[in-house]
């Protein structure tokens, strides 16, 4: 009887202490955010994921009325940034932009990743999509893309497309092409898009796949012609040039996308504020507009959404790495 009394009293201790505990994480869930919030950007400053980034940092900042503070932490192809993310604690003061390179190429290429890119991240929600473009030089004699893969069959091998670098999102999207238009294109890659797209301006290489914000400038100026853009309807600034999915190569046509995302095991009240948070930025016309300047477009669509775009991205990078036989490691 005492030992049954013993028991009972180190029970209800526990319930005691347990009590104040899980009522202090609820409060601290229902206080979030209660200081500033760190954003990670897992490349340098200046890019796409960059303006994107700190775009939404801003916004976010008077959504949730707490700073959220940009980290640019470039290195490996977003893989340093991204691992930084992935092992900090779930509790919504670390976040991320996740891209198609970290979070879709890196993990059909890498084979030693310090993260698993579905298992050690909680999605909260895609932020925008992005257009991807292939533009020539305007030396090579073809007006549109069916001229440019009709000149690419009679020659095989004659025209190179530079990249940003091995397994980056150009040389994937470039290897996908040669794919879906049975053509054979050398591949030169290069240090970053900007060494890429000024071999391109000089005619040192004919072809690059690219983001569309920083090749539109030089399309509408008139030093790239621009054959086609990866994106669900033709670009309001190149209403002349179609779709991959017009030019009957479907596969070509995703776009590019930057999302948010938290590591594994965020809480769901926290994960609700900061998804109901990009749902009420993502509808601010100011967002809105700079997206378009962009050629991009805001998404926000559910945790559930981005996890699935994120798997069917990884599933399609595996694909072609294996076709082409592109790995890093």
């Given at each position: 009887?005492?030992?049954?009394?013993?028991?009972?009293?180190?029970?209800?201790t526990?319930a005691?202490?347990?009590?104040?505990?899980?009522?202090?994480?609820?409060?601290?869930?229902?206080?979030?955010?209660?200081?500033?919030?760190?954003?990670?950007?897992?490349?340098?400053?200046?890019?796409?994921?960059?303006?994107?980034?700190?775009?939404?940092?801003?916004?976010?900042?008077?959504?949730?009325g707490?700073?959220?503070?940009?980290?640019?932490?470039?290195?490996?192809?977003?893989?340093?940034?991204?691992?930084?993310?992935?092992?900090?604690?779930?509790?919504?003061?670390?976040?991320?932009?996740?891209?198609?390179?970290?979070?879709?190429?890196n993990?059909?290429?890498?084979?030693?990743?310090?993260?698993?890119?579905?298992?050690?991240?909680?999605?909260?929600?895609?932020?925008?999509?992005?257009?991807?473009?292939?533009?020539?030089?305007?030396?090579?004699?073809?007006?549109?893309?069916?001229?440019?893969?009709?000149?690419?069959?009679?020659?095989?091998?004659?025209?190179?497309?530079?990249s940003?670098?091995?397994?980056?999102?150009?040389?994937?999207?470039?290897?996908?092409?040669?794919?879906?238009?049975?053509?054979?294109?050398?591949?030169?890659?290069?240090?970053?898009?900007?060494?890429?797209?000024?071999?391109t301006?000089?005619?040192?290489?004919?072809?690059?796949?690219?983001?569309?914000?920083?090749?539109l400038?030089?399309?509408?100026?008139?030093?790239?012609?621009?054959?086609?853009v990866?994106?669900?309807?033709?670009?309001?600034?190149?209403?002349?040039?179609?779709t991959?999915?017009?030019?009957?190569?479907?596969?070509?046509?995703?776009?590019?996308?930057?999302?948010?995302?938290?590591?594994?095991?965020l809480?769901?009240?926290?994960?609700?504020?900061?998804?109901?948070?990009?749902?009420?930025?993502?509808?601010?016309?100011?967002?809105?507009?700079?997206?378009?300047?962009?050629?991009?477009?805001?998404?926000?669509?559910?945790?559930?959404?981005?996890?699935?775009?994120?798997?069917?991205?990884?599933?399609?990078?595996?694909?072609?790495?294996?076709?082409?036989?592109?790995?890093?490691?």
């Amino acid at each position: 009887m005492q030992r049954r009394h013993a028991i009972l009293g180190l029970t209800l201790t526990a319930a005691a202490l347990a009590a104040p505990l899980t009522a202090g994480i609820a409060h601290a869930q229902d206080a979030y955010p209660a200081k500033p919030i760190r954003l990670v950007v897992p490349f340098p400053p200046g890019g796409t994921t960059d303006i994107v980034g700190r775009l939404f940092a801003d916004k976010l900042s008077q959504a949730l009325g707490q700073t959220v503070v940009v980290e640019n932490k470039a290195g490996a192809g977003g893989s340093i940034g991204s691992a930084q993310v992935a092992g900090s604690e779930p509790d919504g003061y670390t976040l991320g932009i996740a891209t198609v390179s970290t979070h879709g190429i890196n993990p059909a290429i890498y084979h030693n990743l310090p993260f698993d890119a579905e298992k050690d991240f909680t999605p909260i929600s895609n932020l925008a999509a992005v257009p991807n473009i292939m533009v020539i030089n305007p030396k090579v004699p073809a007006k549109n893309i069916a001229d440019f893969i009709a000149l690419a069959k009679k020659e095989p091998g004659k025209f190179a497309y530079a990249s940003a670098g091995n397994g980056s999102v150009s040389h994937m999207m470039g290897e996908l092409f040669k794919m879906a238009s049975g053509t054979d294109l050398m591949h030169v890659p290069y240090r970053g898009v900007g060494p890429a797209l000024n071999d391109t301006l000089a005619g040192q290489v004919d072809v690059l796949y690219d983001n569309l914000p920083s090749s539109l400038p030089h399309v509408q100026a008139g030093k790239l012609v621009a054959l086609a853009v990866a994106s669900p309807k033709r670009v309001a600034a190149l209403p002349d040039v179609p779709t991959f999915a017009e030019a009957g190569l479907q596969a070509v046509n995703d776009s590019s996308w930057f999302g948010l995302i938290g590591p594994a095991k965020l809480p769901q009240p926290v994960l609700e504020k900061l998804h109901a948070a990009v749902v009420k930025v993502s509808a601010d016309p100011a967002v809105v507009q700079r997206l378009e300047s962009l050629g991009a477009a805001p998404v926000a669509n559910t945790p559930e959404e981005y996890a699935k775009q994120i798997s069917t991205e990884i599933a399609k990078n595996k694909r072609i790495a294996k076709e082409a036989n592109v790995k890093i490691d």
